[in-house]
């Protein structure tokens, strides 16, 4: 845990000198993969938007302070007793599916249930097959990690069917309950506010004079829809270039990246001064491409996750090595809520709504840490359930 403290915003804090602000709204038509499209000359002197660029910097300072107070719920109903959940993964390998998995067991244990992993391995075939398997089992509840449940319509048909409760992880683009697909409740932060502020943190860093790669995986709605949403905000500042949107599946990213990478580097060179992905792993797997190139862990290309904040990305943060930033998830957090809403659903409770609130992770905020782990919620979530 990060410990209450302020993070210091310096490196963001750019004097504006006598600019005037002028509203800026121009629209920057986004490249396809392999379309060139330069910065501009620097990324110094006068800012390439100065009024969305003030916007950026209020924003991720705000985003910057780890000294947050608990604003999720304080009352619901007491613990069930003798549940079991089965957490279907989209992939163990996708480190916010893993963490999210680790953070229910983690609470279950202590509400006092029973927890099974699937690891759908990443396919369409083996998340399928991993679905049906939870669906057999006929469990209290199943926990959708990180895949599309229109994926698997015919099991999540089945399981509401059967009266099992779903609950999402990152399964559709919204947090709260869905009526189609039928889930209780999908627990995420807004993804529009993840999607804007990273792509703010780039207008900040950069002051408004950047040529951005951006990494995704179509495949999936949430990745795709965060992507898009990152791409808008990127257009809001003219002096931002976007030089390539890059399709890479994560499952395929430990092959394709360092590939893409080398070829990247070779067609934009100076030009590529940012990255953002949507996930964090993109960058683990990035690394030793810039590293054989001879690019200095510390940039530029100055690279942003725009989720999912595993204990790597922090890793490489702290120490300076081809990651600048990440807008984690708590993943932690988040996992002991798929419990508290499973433990409402049991009760004939509705969901509790909550959302948690978009955070940045830089070296001059993480104190080392190697996860974004705000306080408060396992001493509510305690409470509540009487444990």
């Not at 993969?33 to 006068?46: D, F, I, L, N």
């Not at 990246?257 to 992905?277: D, G, K, M, N, Y």
């Not at 009760?347 to 905020?365: E, Q």
């Amino acid at each position: 845990m990060y410990g209450n403290r302020k993070a210091t915003p310096g490196n963001f804090r750019v004097r504006l000198a006598s600019c005037a602000l002028l509203a800026t709204a121009t629209v920057l038509v986004g490249c396809e993969r392999g379309t060139p499209g330069g910065p501009g000359e620097s990324t110094t002197g006068p800012s390439g938007c100065p009024a969305v660029h003030a916007r950026a910097e209020t924003a991720v300072t705000d985003a910057e302070e780890t000294d947050i107070p608990w604003h999720g719920p304080t009352s619901g109903p007491a613990a069930v007793s003798g549940k079991t959940i089965v957490y279907v993964a989209q992939t163990m390998t996708n480190p916010g599916v893993a963490g999210a998995a680790n953070g229910v067991k983690d609470a279950a244990r202590v509400i006092g249930w029973n927890v099974r992993v699937i690891d759908g391995g990443g396919t369409p075939t083996g998340i399928q097959a991993a679905m049906s398997e939870a669906v057999a089992l006929k469990p209290s509840g199943i926990v959708i990690g990180g895949f599309d449940p229109n994926s698997t319509s015919q099991q999540v048909s089945r399981a509401n069917a059967a009266g099992i409760p779903l609950i999402g992880w990152h399964a559709v683009a919204a947090p709260g309950p869905s009526r189609r697909p039928e889930l209780f409740t999908n627990v995420t932060t807004h993804v529009e506010d993840v999607a804007a502020i990273s792509a703010q943190w780039i207008i900040a860093h950069s002051n408004g004079r950047a040529g951005v790669v951006l990494f995704t995986d179509a495949s999936i709605p949430f990745a795709r829809d965060k992507s898009e949403l990152i791409r808008k905000e990127l257009a809001t500042c003219p002096g931002v270039k976007l030089l390539a949107y890059e399709n890479i599946p994560i499952p395929d990213a430990g092959g394709r990246t360092p590939r893409e990478i080398s070829s990247l580097l070779s067609r934009f060179q100076s030009r590529w001064t940012h990255s953002v992905a949507i996930n964090d792993l993109y960058f683990a797997d990035a690394a030793p491409a810039f590293r054989a190139a001879g690019k200095k862990g510390s940039g530029p290309p100055f690279n942003i996750g725009a989720g999912d904040g595993d204990p790597s990305a922090f890793q490489r943060i702290n120490s300076g090595q081809y990651q600048a930033a990440t807008v984690p998830e708590p993943l932690s957090l988040q996992g002991w809520q798929i419990v508290d809403e499973f433990n409402r659903a049991f009760s004939g409770r509705p969901a509790s709504g909550y959302a948690a609130p978009v955070h940045i992770t830089t070296a001059d905020n993480s104190d080392g840490a190697t996860t974004w782990d705000p306080s408060g919620y396992r001493e509510a979530y305690r409470k509540i359930w009487g444990r």
